[in-house]
């Protein structure tokens, strides 16, 4: 199972970092996604680091903005998140499988998500 937190409200130009907490999957062996789903659009696949720590950028809407760490010992992927702005409210959640690969979202265990509301 995995399961994400540090959603909330913030203002345009502010940072959040959410968290993805793995039990079950040791991030030793497992890949983890980012994707977000906002009101009335297609789900989006953001960001992956793989177990061996290598990352892919899969969303030029965030490169630059958004940024994907690991720490193994707490189990927890992180997924730090600047310069947001409104268009970046959406449902955020993490995506636990083997690979990065696309078929990640498919195989993957999914999280409940956390909902990110930036507004000024």
């Known amino acids: 199972q995995v399961a994400e937190s540090g959603g909330g409200l913030v203002q345009p130009g502010g940072s959040l970092r959410l968290s993805c907490v793995a039990s079950?999957?040791?991030?030793?062996?497992?890949?983890i996604g980012w994707f977000r789903q906002a009101p009335g659009k297609e789900r989006e696949r953001l960001l992956c680091?793989?177990?061996?720590?290598?990352?892919?950028n899969d969303a030029d809407s965030v490169k630059g903005r958004f940024s994907v760490s690991k720490d193994n010992a707490k189990n927890t992927v992180y997924l730090q998140m600047d310069n947001l702005r409104p268009e970046d409210t959406a449902v955020y959640y993490c995506?636990?499988?083997?690979?990065?690969?696309?078929?990640?979202?498919?195989?993957?265990?999914w999280g409940s998500g956390t909902l990110v509301t930036v507004v000024s």
């Open positions: 680091i793989a177990a061996n720590g290598r990352i892919s």
């Open positions: 079950g999957e040791t991030l030793d062996y497992h890949a």
């Open positions: 995506v636990a499988g083997p690979l990065c690969s696309s078929g990640l979202a498919t195989v993957g265990v």
